[in-house]
């Protein structure tokens, strides 16, 4: 596994995380963004928590409904009274929401919930969305400057019945050089433009490929990954992704590849004449550093013991790098939660060791790494312990040479692994003629990792199957707590007119679990089929506090 971004190079060599705002201000809040299903003029409710995690002093926070849109990198942004910014394609639904209350006094330590009732309206159709802003109230017996914090809570509503189209297209690539400031060092910035022109809410995951043109041929130079996503209809997005290293001017060539839920759609390549940095004249590309194992699994381990295992690493470059290694936690268990259990309690960096630390490695030259488990002397209480191991790659001349990492997986021996999964959702979205977009969301809620295999069936009342496809999603393992979005493609143009029950399935570890929803067949005089949602299926509990 290769991540050749900036992000990845800080987050590997020990960056501090800062949680999306889970906790700000003393407080805390649950969840931090709402994603509800109704049906047209019908009323669902849900409940917002929040703590006061301060043990001294009450907290009085005030709650206020705002409109919300997206900003280029994709951030959730409040449309303030006096923004110019173009709502006239964005569909709200912030006069649909009645709030129980618009302030709260909590206790130190204390709870208090507030109930959100979204009354659809009856001609509703699609997607839509507001945001709730959670605001500190300044103390009164504090003085100098009050400071106030203010949290943005999206509220996105997925109206069913009949599924509006998925058009979300990559629209451009490029790059851009960004000279050297006091904070930042100078380098290059991929970017991939994103437009979303149909109706619905989906995951993006962007990567991109840097080529240089030299000697009458293409050499690759870098692989670029974005940060995941996602897209409310109507809005364009620009995503950038740091590669780390200022490059020279000259001819480039951009190859972009979008996934959106999970499903790979038309990419883009464009030849840029780009203008670099000027103090640069040498392409430093990727060093090729081979792992053998790519997946390091320490099993069978007993609190209060150390074990051992050994990763081999080999520069299939030419060149010779300095490699420096380091640890860091998963992404998908950043800022997580299931219950009481965070994401970083599964985590095994603060007792999982690596050397050498640094080395330096020839053109074609290998290098065994020893990883060394130093279990804690306590009851450890989970089945499996995670951790990321970077290698970070860098000439001599200290030009970087890219990211290579493993993931690392200490076994409890004491813990019995029981790998479980949920559905969370199921959506359907028109596509073309008689095509229709299936995307299934579903969770990690065992103790264990997994590799998974998603499907989707199209079944009579009977359950004779009629239709069937993949449905396409990271193929990688899958680590507790995380949440992915499987999608596919059904074609419907050999469907009777009639009742059926549309089917995800996750197969994992030997195992299966699926959700369905029911929908409606109906042919027009093109003989075109038309789908519907018929009746709503109780979305399930959110069952991991997991902030996109």
């Known amino acids: ?21 889970l906790a700000s201000g003393k407080f805390m809040i649950r969840p931090m963004k709402m994603e509800l299903t109704a049906r047209a ?23 206020t409904l705002v409109e919300m849109t997206q900003s280029l990198d994709a951030y959730w942004q409040i449309i303030e009274g006096s923004s110019d910014i173009d709502t006239s394609k964005l569909q709200s639904c912030r006069d ?16 208090e919930t507030v109930t959100l009732k979204v009354r659809a309206h009856p001609n509703a159709r699609g997607f839509y969305h507001a945001g709730l802003t959670v605001q500190t109230r300044p103390e009164p017996d504090v003085k100098g400057i009050p400071v106030v914090a203010r949290i943005l809570v999206p509220i996105l509503v997925d109206i069913q019945g009949r599924p509006m189209r998925q058009k979300i297209n990559l629209s451009d690539v490029g790059m851009e050089f960004r000279e050297q400031t006091e904070e930042k060092l100078a380098t290059t910035l991929i970017s991939m433009g994103i437009k979303n022109n149909g109706g619905t809410y989906s995951r ?43 490059l020279p001017s000259g001819k480039y060539k951009v190859t972009g590849t979008l996934y959106v839920d999970g499903r790979r759609v038309k990419g883009l390549e464009k030849e840029i004449d780009f203008v670099g940095d000027p103090s640069v004249t040498k392409v430093a590309a990727d060093a090729v550093l081979n792992l053998a194992p790519h997946e390091v699994i320490i099993k069978n381990v007993v609190p209060g013991a150390t074990r051992t295992s050994v990763i081999k690493v080999e520069n299939a470059s030419e060149d010779t790098v300095n490699v420096t290694t380091g640890l860091a936690i998963p992404p998908t268990l950043k800022g997580v939660a299931f ?3 965070n994401g970083e309690d599964l985590t095994c960096t603060e007792w999982v060791k690596v050397t050498p630390e640094e080395f330096t490695l020839r053109g074609g030259a290998r290098q065994r790494i020893r990883i060394t488990a130093k279990i804690p002397d306590s009851e450890l209480t989970q089945a499996n312990y995670y951790a990321l191991l970077g290698l970070r790659a860098k000439y001599l001349d200290g030009q970087n040479a890219g990211v290579t990492t493993a993931l690392i997986c200490v076994e409890n021996k004491n813990v019995e692994a029981r790998p479980a999964a949920s559905p969370m959702k199921l959506t359907v979205a028109a596509m073309e003629a008689s095509k229709y977009i299936a995307v299934g969301r579903f969770g990690n ?24 496809t993949l449905l396409a999603g990271k193929p990688d393992v899958m680590l507790p707590l995380e949440m992915r979005d499987f999608s596919g493609v ?30 409606r067949v109906s042919i027009g005089p093109d003989e075109q089929r038309a789908v519907e949602i018929v009746k709503l299926k109780e979305a399930p509990e959110e069952k991991l506090g997991v902030e996109w």
């Open 96 to 111: 649909w929401i009645e709030l129980s209350t618009n302030s709260v006094r909590i206790d130190p330590l204390g709870k």
């Open 204 to 246: 993006l995951k962007g990567f991109s490929t840097v080529k240089y043109f030299s000697g009458g041929h293409w050499r690759q130079i870098t692989e670029a990954e974005f940060k995941e996503v996602g897209i409310i209809p109507g809005v364009e997005l620009n995503l950038k992704s740091d590669i780390g290293r200022s």
């Open 41 to 63: 003029g019908r009323t669902v409710e849900t409940v917002l928590e929040l703590r006061n995690l301060r043990d001294d002093r009450f907290r009085t926070l005030d709650l």
């Open 490 to 519: 059904v074609d419907f143009s050999r469907v009777k007119a009639g009742t059926y029950r549309l089917t995800a399935i996750l197969e994992y570890a030997g195992e299966q679990v699926s959700t369905e929803i029911p929908i």
């Open 445 to 468: 809620v065992g103790n264990a990792r997994f590799t998974p295999r998603c499907r989707a069936t199209i079944t009579t009342a009977m359950g004779a199957t009629i239709a069937k």
């Open 1 to 21: 596994m290769r991540r050749r971004n900036l992000a990845w190079v800080i987050a590997i060599l020990g960056a501090v995380f800062i949680s999306s705002g």
């Open 339 to 341: 219950g009481e259990l």
